[in-house]
């Protein structure tokens, strides 16, 4: 059985919830080399994902684009092969056939422009988000970088 008077408070305070947690005992992190710099890769990491997001876009926009026209191709070919069935007599069945691929492939290209066309609304919103970040927080980086005083870490100022 426990000893009493180890789980009774020794002090008459009580904990409230606005109250500084008690300090640990144990040691301080150790520091380490992406501690010590994470403030200054924030800015920089932070805008070279934003920046190959906007080229993601982009490039998923122009490969949507080959796809579209390549499908309007697959789907002429389809056509012109239905009409070349039916000048040679083959049965109606596999006529109809041909012309529903075609009409698949129809909407793989109208599907392929509708993507295509989100693709660029996303490229042109990172754009947008690239340029707010860098008139936002570009001024704070560079002062930042040209002061000869180590900065205190993100959210030191923080108003609590």
């Known amino acids: 059985m426990p000893d009493p008077a180890a789980i009774e408070p020794t002090s008459d305070h009580t904990i409230s919830d606005n109250a500084p947690a008690p300090a640990s005992n ?31 876009a982009a490039l998923l926009k122009e490969q949507l684009h080959l796809l579209k026209a390549r499908m309007h191709d697959d789907a002429a070919r389809a056509r012109r092969l239905a009409e070349h069935l039916a000048q040679a007599g083959v049965d109606q069945h596999f006529q109809a056939q041909t012309l529903e691929v075609a009409a698949a492939f129809e909407r793989v290209a109208e599907a392929s422009g509708e993507l295509a066309d989100a693709a660029d609304g996303m490229e042109a919103d990172a754009n947008g988000v690239r340029d707010a970040h860098q008139a936002e927080y570009g001024g704070i980086y560079e002062v930042a970088q040209a002061s000869p005083y180590a900065q205190p870490k993100p959210g030191f100022n923080a108003v609590r």
Do not use: K, Q
């Open 26 to 56: 144990h040691a301080p992190d150790r520091p380490t080399w992406s501690g010590a710099i994470a403030g200054i890769l924030n800015f920089v990491t932070l805008s070279l994902r934003i920046l190959a997001l906007a080229a993601a």
